[in-house]
């Protein structure tokens, strides 16, 4: 009776070893399996991140080239519109005297010339001089005025109209406006001049804009570009 047990129980025990071996073997097929696959898997995504990689090296290089494009066209439109720029400069500058910020002047006032230094003032709307003793008297029914020049010369002229200078304080300076000669190196010109007594200043004559313009240009760096003081002699006035 009991070697019958023990029998039994000998197979039950063998057959449960070799159902072992076989979970076994199955469990290391499976293994295998999933080794291979997440091998397999692990190649393709290799495969799959260096096609991305060369699509996004390929993007950067198209980007850097359009970039680059891009700047070459920039500098093109930027170096054509100086040229341009210049060109037009060039072309508004050819005709015009360079001046320095002070030059000598030889100033017509009718009969009677001066030398004195001149400041160029881009600033100013209208020219202006060194006057005193402004008075108005009426000569044949015209407006003239009287006045004395730096140098104690008196002198005449017909006003031509009244201004009105802002002053820095916002104020306005009602001031009388003279026709005068004036020469400037090989420049002659009759220009309006304002009446003012600049004795507290360093220059009797004062250029503005409404000789500059179209025919000079200031370099303000520069004094005496036209030339050293001259003598005096006949200014030839050209026709109004």
């Not at 190196?185 to 220059?203: C, M, P, W």
């Not at 503005?208 to 005496?224: H, I, S, T």
């Amino acid at each position: 009776m009991k070697r019958g047990f023990y029998i039994l129980l000998s197979v039950f025990m063998l057959e449960g070893c070799i159902a072992s071996q076989q979970l076994q073997q199955e469990t290391n097929q499976l293994a295998a399996q999933a080794v291979e696959q997440c091998s397999a898997a692990q190649v393709l995504m290799t495969e799959q991140f260096d096609a991305q990689n060369k699509i996004i090296t390929g993007l950067q290089r198209e980007t850097k080239a359009l970039k680059q494009e891009a700047k070459d066209r920039r500098e093109l439109i930027i170096t054509a519109s100086a040229d341009q720029s210049c060109s037009q400069l060039r072309k508004s500058l050819s005709n015009k005297a360079v001046v320095g910020a002070v030059e000598w002047s030889t100033v017509d006032y009718g009969g009677y010339q001066s030398v004195s230094k001149a400041r160029m003032d881009t600033g100013a709307t209208t020219s202006s001089i060194n006057a005193r003793n402004i008075s108005e008297f009426e000569r044949n029914g015209e407006r003239w005025v009287k006045f004395t020049l730096a140098d104690d010369q008196e002198v005449s002229l017909k006003l031509v109209r009244y201004a009105n200078i802002r002053q820095a304080s916002s104020t306005k300076d009602k001031r009388w406006v003279v026709k005068l000669g004036i020469k400037l190196g090989n420049i002659t010109q009759v220009a309006e001049f304002t009446l003012k007594d600049r004795s507290h200043l360093n220059y009797d004559v004062l250029v503005g804009r409404n000789l500059l313009k179209d025919l000079m240009v200031v370099d303000v760096a520069r004094r005496y570009v036209l030339g050293k003081k001259p003598k005096l002699a006949s200014v030839d006035k050209p026709a109004e």
